[in-house]
């Protein structure tokens, strides 16, 4: 079953992903949306009596390394895994029963999309710089605020806004909240321009006075950050691996097309290289998302995996853009935006990787003899 599945993501990449042109594209491609939705494939890991196949994490972080393998674009395996992360981690994990009956047989079935509003203009995701309030207003909660880099917003019927709903002996408490585009209040900004990781689309929200019932709450009051918006970005880095994997394939293939005339031995050694470094990736992101389906993510060597799997992805694009450099090759404009993908992607979100990678280092340094 999985292998078949694999089948058609792999054929459906190939067929409909490939040949797109999207830095050429003005819009995100709804067609190709609405295409993935008639295969099925917005059922994957989304419970089955919702509709959605049953599935693990490593369902979708598989289906995410496939699309990005043989489609060649990171941003449309993208959005495609943030659409099925957002349903699974949010709705599935932390919605009551009757959330989950009004939203999950919708998203399986790709009628809507949900996006996750956390991040805010100027202030990241860092907790103490998050601005978006709900104020209760008898049996509701009224919005105020923005949010930025919300991905799939622009395409979204959905949105899981994280706002500040108490402040004890000054630290903030968070809740999060379903709220359906139309709500009054709520209305889509610009955001910041991203001119990478095309299609996949972004854009700012606003609230202004902005009402939701009690029910649209998602999860217990007052602990949306420890529970919800921390914890995913873990789950987002670990099944966004499989993602990477895919990607990195993808770019051995275009360098070798690019490189094949008149390929001599170094020529071939220099892409054993990165192909070794692929496979190191490919085998560190098979290992941490079986952690992440074991509960295990934060356990053991996973961290060190996860941190390890970017810092070398790193490395590899720095030598693969040498290795272009010193051995030519004709010009090819999808490996060139395959090359600035990746490198600014995997910039994304540094700082807080660089205090995980902190506690790796101070954890060893604490255990010197």
């Known amino acids: 079953m999985m292998a078949n599945l694999q089948e058609r993501i792999a054929a459906f990449a190939a067929e409909r992903v490939a040949p797109r042109d999207f830095n050429g594209e003005s819009s995100f491609p709804l067609d190709l949306w609405q295409a993935m939705a008639e295969e099925g494939l917005f059922r994957i890991g989304l419970p089955e009596r919702f509709g959605g196949s049953g599935a693990s994490y490593a369902a979708i972080a598989e289906a995410d390394r496939v699309l990005a393998e043989h489609g060649g674009s990171p941003g449309f395996a993208m959005s495609w895994a943030g659409h099925q992360l957002v349903a699974r981690f949010f709705i599935e994990g932390f919605g009551s029963a009757t959330q989950q009956a009004a939203y999950l047989p919708a998203l399986a079935a790709g009628r809507v999309t949900a996006a996750v509003a956390i991040s805010e203009p100027g202030a990241g995701a860092h907790p103490k710089h998050l601005k978006t309030t709900a104020t209760r207003a008898g049996e509701d909660f009224v919005l105020e605020g923005g949010k930025a880099y919300v991905t799939n917003g622009p395409i979204a019927e959905l ?25 009054p209040g709520l209305s889509q900004t610009e955001g910041p321009k991203i001119d990478f990781l095309r299609p996949s689309p972004h854009c700012g929200l606003r609230f202004a006075g902005c009402r939701v019932p009690r029910a649209a709450m998602l999860g217990a009051e007052g602990t949306a950050y420890e529970t919800m918006a921390g914890p995913f970005r873990d789950v987002e880095d670990a099944v966004g691996t499989g993602g990477l994997a895919g990607s990195l394939q ?43 389906n074991a509960g295990r993510l934060g356990d053991g060597d996973a961290p060190a995996t996860l941190a390890g799997i970017r810092s070398l992805a790193v490395h590899m694009l720095v030598r693969a853009k040498a290795i272009r450099e010193t051995f030519g090759g004709c010009a090819h404009d999808k490996l060139d935006a395959l090359l600035r993908d990746l490198d600014k992607s995997l910039a994304i979100a540094k700082g807080p990787r660089l205090v995980k990678q902190t506690k790796l280092g101070s954890a060893l340094l604490g255990k010197r003899p």
């Open 159 to 183: 949105f899981i806004v994280l706002a500040i709903t108490a402040a004890e002996a000054g630290r903030k408490r968070y809740s999060a909240f379903l709220v359906p585009r139309g709500t």
């Open 250 to 292: 993808y770019l051995l293939r275009l360098m070798a097309a690019t490189l094949n005339d008149g390929a001599t031995d170094e020529t071939a050694a220099a892409l054993g290289e990165l192909r070794a470094f692929a496979a190191l990736v490919d085998h560190g992101a098979r290992a941490v998302v079986t952690a992440l």
